[in-house]
């Protein structure tokens, strides 16, 4: 597959990198020379020197034989620009990033197609739903919903009071076990369990189930003293923020911290009167103790310094606030978050990523979600009638090392898959799979 990347800012040097270990053709190009020397000699691909709204530029890039053209400069009208260009030269598949929530509507897609813009993608505004799902439920790190909520994925970390420690998964229970342990983030390592497998203190355990049976899993993984979350701080009045507080529940109290007057004024003028705005610097203990941070549910740190945000949710943990969010948009960083607990951590170029890989699947799939510190992917498929994930029991397919099939939903209804159970045309079902694997398993969905 020949895929042109535009712009090799933060979000498509990482695109570039994860698809670069795909063995696709990749071409990366920006008109910033020194950006693309450092990756062309660290990695499989090719780079261009050339501005993605320049026609010969295109064309010396392959845009006109691109299978996928992805605009990802920071640049919102650079990308749909180039995208208009390289479709119209002969691109198949074209996506642009944006930053106008405007553009997402439904009633918009036809008429960007029709421009030559196939997909759009907004990270700020992924990241900021993602954050808005994991801050629901204190003792939740990561909560995804599939088919409108009749699958859910939940990833939460083990405590001392977790009624599932160190017991093999095979004596966990009989074959009507109403959810499914899909991985275990222990360290490091990200493990895809067998029945011999035990649950040890500390690891983050992923569960597929359905939505009457989450008092159980809270129950078995000994969360119920954790309380709902009923409020809300965020440090930092960045875009993320913004999309965030319009996320949350109604219910919810929010207090967005920024210590920069006219984007505090901004920030006034664009969100509701629910929300209540504070000038000061999110650094000060003292203001954030002031303005009630011991009794906040839930911390979301997302200033542009990933440092900064792991420090200030260690300093909310500290107060005893049970759930924290940080933003970390270094890579490097987010192994040492996660060893320091800090709580969900949130990237948006990995999840913007994964979207975006989505779009180079030839197999029917609806939704690609990245687990950032598990270093994992769920992938949601459409079966089609006659493919090879039909013609077995999931115990007899020889599905690859590393992919575990997590549930499916059939006729709306959310179902745990075990071993004998058998799939058909037109189920939705939920491949959880280690990183970059989901193309190895495509051909089954076929």
Known sequence: MKIVIAGAGSVGTHLAKLLSHERQDIILMDDNEERLNTLSSNFDLMTVAASPTSIKGLKEAGADKADLFVAVTPDESRNMTACMLASNLGAAKTVARIDN?????????????????????????????????????????????????????????????????????????????????????????????????????????????????????????????????????????????????????????????????????????????????????????????????????????????????????????????????????????????????????????????SHIYQMMLDADVSNVKCLTVANADVAEFIVKAGSKITQHPVKDLGLPKGVTIGGLVRNGEGIVVMGNTRIQAGDHVVVFCLNMMIKKIEKYFN
């Open 101 to 353: 929530y405007e553009y997402l509507l439904p009633k918009h897609a036809e008429f960007f197609r029709n421009l030559g813009v196939n997909s759009l993608i907004y990270p700020e505004m992924l990241a900021a739903k993602e954050i808005a799902a994991s801050i629901r439920m204190s003792w939740v790190r990561q909560w995804w919903e599939f088919c409108n909520g009749a699958l859910i994925l939940i990833g939460t970390k083990m405590r001392e009071k977790a009624e599932i420690l160190n017991i093999p998964l095979h004596q966990l229970g009989d074959p009507a076990l109403p959810y499914h342990i899909v991985a275990i983030k222990r360290g490091g390592e990200t493990l895809i369990p067998r029945g011999d497998d035990a649950i040890q203190l500390h690891d983050i355990v992923y569960f597929t189930t359905t939505r009457k049976y989450i008092p159980y899993i809270r129950k078995i993984a000994g969360k119920e003293d954790y309380v709902d979350v009923q409020s809300v701080m965020i440090m930092g009045g960045s875009r993320i923020a913004i999309r965030t507080a319009q996320c949350v529940p109604d219910y919810m109290q929010v207090k967005i911290v920024d210590n920069d007057l006219a984007r505090c004024n901004r920030l006034a003028e664009l969100l509701d009167d629910r929300i209540m705005i504070i000038n000061g610097d999110g650094r000060d203990m003292d203001l954030l103790i002031e303005e009630g941070l011991q009794n906040t549910d839930a911390f979301v740190a997302l200033t542009g310094n990933s440092e900064t945000n792991i420090l200030a949710c260690l300093a909310a943990k500290r107060m005893k606030v049970r759930k924290t969010v940080a933003e970390v948009e270094n890579i490097d960083y987010i192994g040492m978050a996660e060893s320091l607990d800090i709580g969900t951590v949130i990237n948006k170029k990995m999840i913007a990523a």
